[in-house]
């Protein structure tokens, strides 16, 4: 079956580690975006790519990097300079130019220890 | 720019009742797309329905329907006969067609009582 799996459930990190959560699809989307959910807050845009080699910054990109070396991985890295870290992060992908919706991966939640 | 606002943090409807959940927006694009979704408390984002904003009905799906008033700019879900598995997050999205970035609103808690 295609989806978007995302990996691990739960990520815990130490004060001024970099940690990178995964987002791995096969749907034969090209575009694939990160989302950060808090509490109250609904999802804020990250990062997002619509073609290999090829990604641009969303609203919160501050404190995040990301790579897309390949069409079915876009990983997100949460670096030490994200001073509040503790999220949940939904990866999610779509087709582009079509009014479609995302299909979402079922999240990381990352809490700072 | 565009923005979603969703009034209403949390509520509650009796099972087997309807439920409509608010959603408003605000775009100058003259062609977008408005969704619903569901978020359990497992996480993950289910989508529901999607209403295109040339679309002359609204749309259903199954016990989804969305009231689309565009002069109004709202696109609310009503869902019909509530059942206990409906307690959820429910977030509002809208995407123009010409971008593909998505809009979410904050979010409205619903709570299904036996």
């Known amino acids: 079956d295609g989806g978007i799996t995302q990996s691990p459930k739960y990520l815990f990190r130490k004060e001024g580690q970099n940690v990178t959560l995964s987002c791995e699809q096969n749907?034969?989307?090209?575009?694939m975006y990160w989302y950060r959910q808090d509490p109250g807050q609904g999802l804020r845009l990250i990062y997002y790519s619509h073609i290999v080699n090829d990604f641009q910054k969303g609203d919160i990109a501050e404190g995040y990097s990301v790579s897309r070396e390949k069409k079915e991985s876009f990983p997100l890295t949460v670096t030490s300079a994200q001073k509040n870290p503790t999220a949940f992060y939904l990866c999610?992908?779509?087709?582009?130019?079509?009014?479609?919706?995302?299909?979402f991966g079922s999240g990381t939640r990352l809490t700072v220890v | 720019a565009q923005k979603i606002t969703q009034t209403q943090p949390g509520m509650f409807v009796q099972e087997k009742e309807a439920v409509t959940l608010d959603c408003t927006y605000d775009?100058?694009?003259?062609?977008?797309?408005l969704f619903w979704y569901k978020q359990p408390s497992s996480g993950e984002m289910i989508f529901l329905i999607y209403?295109?904003?040339?679309?002359?009905q609204n749309a259903t799906e199954g016990r989804y329907s969305l009231n689309f008033q565009k002069a109004r700019k709202s696109a609310n879900l009503v869902i019909s006969a509530s059942q206990l598995g409906d307690s959820a997050m429910y977030f509002c999205a809208m995407r123009a067609n010409t971008g593909n970035q998505f809009y979410f609103g904050t979010g409205t808690s619903l709570t299904v009582i036996p």
């Open positions: 775009t100058s694009d003259p062609s977008y797309g």
């Open positions: 209403q295109g904003s040339y679309d002359q």
């Open positions: 999610a992908s779509s087709i582009v130019a079509q009014p479609y919706g995302y299909t």
């Open positions: 749907l034969n989307h090209d575009a």
